[in-house]
């Protein structure tokens, strides 16, 4: 099978069946290379039907004289037919049928289709069967490009295959070859320099292994064309832009140098063109790898884990439905799922942190809070819609891991869809805020495949998947990325472009990420193992990120997206809570999705009742009313106050109630919470080396600073904490009621279920 990019230039090709280098039928012949070709074989192809008398005579002239066979006076129709009649014996009777054969072609055939048969099934030498083949593997380039003395070469070979073989033979095909070049001089064919230039060009050497440009895509395409037992050859078309997959090759095994140093020796890029889903270059893995590393593995269209790639696309998701607005405060605190917990990459909490935030710093914690909030199920349906094909099992299957690296997605499907996250966004405007219902379409590889007209499709008001609106601000969140350092310090990571990227680390540091996508193109990246070897340090930011921004470096700049104005509002937000404004919201103006309009509005500010001197919270049965002070406050659960207040420092928790209110106090938020156990939380303790169980850390947080804690298990009063409420404890297997009491009477109530576990 034969690869070849936009322009028709030769990507690659692969061996056939039969062990011979063969191209597909050519149509026509370079000029140069039939002039030679002619006079060498058939001076008078043009004029005769198939057979030349004169030939003939001429060739028993010279057998006579010789005594022996010197010439067979066959025209190239005649040798033509007797290639097409493989294993026939050279005698009087089989070239007798050849020429009755030859006239019956000739009446068939015009005399540039028989050239092109010539050339194209010619012998060459050795496997190389066909001009074009012989032309790349002795030359390295395309027939049309051959000169006049590579032309001459060829042109004699098929009458006298083996003169090619390296290391003998080479004077009599030097002599063959300059005879033919003098004759052509002579024709006129070309000028006496000319000539003697073509004189002092070498022999081409031993036969040159054809490109192989792009040999992940070309083993690709012919398992999904043609069935493994059709051998016949086949020439492919592709929308690979030839210098720019040499170029992209050429990144990839840089990086890999670099980080085969680290045990890390695959790595896989796909460049998308956004508006028409064409693939401008595909490397399905490091060639030079070799097979110990399992560089013959297409990794580009292998299940991995996703790491954190899906986040923006639940992010686009929640926004969409008006689940969220861009900075609606999402909880980052310590999280458990079952025997699951999931940790931010930094191991640390904000307390609340805006979604876009989340984003921006792919937090773990607030995208499994969203999930939860947004729906597993629903989530997984989507995914199914954007044409996951590997995300092939139920939602229950993956669990809300789904959203951190569950479930296996392919690079060329994870940048298909960012690439038709633009699309939908590029075309707002252009179909007059309508949606084509094929923006999400496969990614297309064969030239000449054109999108249909719109005119084939009835346009939707609505985003059959995402809306633009969704979109863009999934964008604008992915534009600012940032991730902690080796310090711990958030940073920033700049670009001198404008892309939408984000980067993704699976668990065990499998497979590292990053996907970029501008308004016309879209690049994604992947580097690991591909037999899916763990390496320290792969991460997506480190590993996969500076080779996107390689591969953009070599496309054209592009300007930012253009806003979905007619998908947007104005509104009143919460410049706390991120939530839509109450009344009791210090608001300000923000632009947002339309349907964030439906989003709820903050559940955070609440109106507190103080005493005239602000010092505490009152209520209507121990304060007169003309001393009540009602006032807004910002209110955060207490876990989520506790960590939010070392991020936020202007944060100020509610004063505590005066001591004669809370006893009548009613709607009293209880300002003390368990951070760990929570929500009957199985908890495992380990045995030490010594068979001594381990103690378990229980955690509480409280509003107040100074308050303290009285701890009680099972009934049985344990101890007290104040500052930091952590308590550490060893209790036996079973079930325990865990009871904490302030020193207001505030009360939390949970019951934990203990298990020993062997120490691994």
Not at 79 to 84: F, K, N, P, Y
Not at 461 to 469: F, G, I, Q
Not at 704 to 720: F, K, P, R, S, V
Request: proline fraction near 7%; charge should be neutral; charged fraction near 20%.
């Amino acid at each position: 099978m034969i690869l070849e990019d936009n322009e028709g230039k030769l990507l690659g090709a692969s061996i056939a069946a039969d062990g011979q280098w063969r191209f597909p039928y050519r149509e026509g012949v370079p000029e140069k290379f039939e002039k030679a070709l002619l006079e060498f074989e058939d001076r008078r192809f043009h004029s005769h039907i198939g057979f030349d008398i004169i030939g003939i005579g001429r060739a028993i002239q010279q057998n006579i004289k010789s005594k022996k066979v010197v010439s067979g006076g066959s025209t190239l129709t005649m040798q033509l037919m007797r290639m097409s009649r493989r294993d026939k014996p050279r005698s009087v009777f089989q070239k007798f049928i050849e020429l009755i054969l030859a006239t019956r072609a000739e009446l068939s055939y015009s005399k540039s289709e028989l050239l092109s048969l010539y050339a194209s099934n010619a012998p060459f030498g050795g496997n190389v069967v066909g001009l074009d083949a012989a032309s790349w593997r002795y030359y390295q380039k395309q027939p049309e490009l051959l000169s006049w003395a590579e032309a001459a070469t060829l042109a004699v070979l098929p009458n006298s295959p083996a003169l090619i073989h390296p290391g003998r033979n080479r004077n009599a095909l030097k002599a063959k070859r300059n005879r033919l070049l003098k004759r052509l001089m002579e024709n006129g064919d070309m000028d006496a320099l000319t000539y003697d230039l073509s004189l002092s060009e070498p022999l081409p050497d031993k036969p040159h292994p054809l490109p192989q440009h792009a040999p992940h895509l070309l083993e690709r395409i012919a398992n999904e064309k043609f069935n493994n037992n059709n051998n016949d050859i086949t020439r492919m078309r592709t929308t690979i832009d030839r210098d720019l997959q040499i170029r992209s090759n050429q990144i990839l095994n840089r990086h890999h140098e670099i980080l085969k140093g680290n045990g890390v020796h695959n790595a896989a890029a796909i460049i998308i063109e956004v508006e028409t889903g064409n693939i401008l270059a595909y490397v399905g893995n490091i060639k030079n790898a070799g097979e110990e590393h399992s560089s013959f593995v297409d990794v580009a269209n292998a299940p991995r884990s996703s790491g954190s790639t899906l986040k923006p696309i639940l992010y686009a998701m929640m926004m969409n439905e008006g689940q969220l607005l861009p900075n609606t405060l999402v909880p980052d605190i310590p999280t458990n799922l079952g025997s699951y917990k999931p940790e931010n990459y930094n191991a640390t909490f904000d307390g609340m942190v805006s979604a876009k935030r989340a984003i921006v710093r792919s937090l773990n914690i607030p995208l499994i809070r969203m999930l939860q909030w947004y729906g597993l199920e629903k989530f997984h349906a989507g995914l199914k819609q954007l044409n996951f094909e590997s995300i092939n099992q139920s939602p229950t299957h993956y669990g809300l891991p789904l959203i951190l690296g569950g479930a296996e997605v392919t690079l060329c499907n994870l940048t298909n869809t960012y690439a038709g996250m633009a699309r939908t966004l590029n075309g707002f405007y252009d179909h007059s805020g309508k949606y084509r219902p094929d923006n999400f379409r496969p990614i297309n590889y064969e030239y000449g495949v054109s999108i249909p007209p719109i005119e084939d499709y009835q346009l939707a008001d609505e985003a059959p998947m995402l809306s633009a609106s969704s979109i863009y601000y999934a964008f604008e969140a992915m534009k600012q990325v940032e991730r902690p350092n080796e310090l711990g310090d958030w940073q920033r990571f700049p670009s001198n472009k404008q892309i939408a990227w984000k980067t993704g680390t699976s668990f065990g540091f499998k497979d590292a990420w990053a996907i970029g996508v501008t308004p016309r193109y879209a690049v994604g990246v992947w580097t690991g193992n591909a037999d899916g070897e763990g390496r320290p340090g792969l991460v997506g930011v480190k590993a996969a990120a500076p080779v996107l921004f390689d591969l953009f470096n070599l496309l054209p700049a592009s300007d930012w997206f253009t806003p979905p104005h007619d998908e947007l509002i104005e509104t009143t937000v919460c410049k706390q809570s991120g939530y839509k404004a109450t009344s009791l919201c210090d608001a300000e103006n923000k632009v947002i999705p339309a349907i964030g309009a439906r989003s709820k509005t903050c559940p955070f500010h609440k109106k507190i009742m103080l005493d005239k001197n602000l010092k505490y919270q009152v209520n209507g049965d121990c304060e007169m009313a003309i001393d009540i002070q009602p006032k807004p406050w910002f209110i955060l659960p207490p876990v989520e106050a506790h960590y939010y207040k070392f991020k936020s420092p202007d944060y100020i928790p509610p004063p505590p109630f005066r001591t004669d209110c809370i006893a009548t106090s009613t709607n009293q938020l209880n300002p003390m919470q368990l951070i760990y156990p929570r929500q009957s939380t199985k908890v495992y303790l380990p045995k030490d080396l010594d068979g001594t169980l381990s103690p378990v850390i229980f955690k509480a947080a409280h509003l107040q600073e100074d308050a303290t804690i009285h701890w009680h298990l099972n009934n049985t009063y344990i101890g007290a904490t104040e500052n930091f409420h952590h308590l550490e404890l060893k209790p036996e297997s079973g079930k325990h009621t865990l009871t904490l009491v302030d020193q207001d009477g505030n009360k939390v109530r949970e019951v934990v279920e203990i298990f020993q576990k062997e120490r691994m």
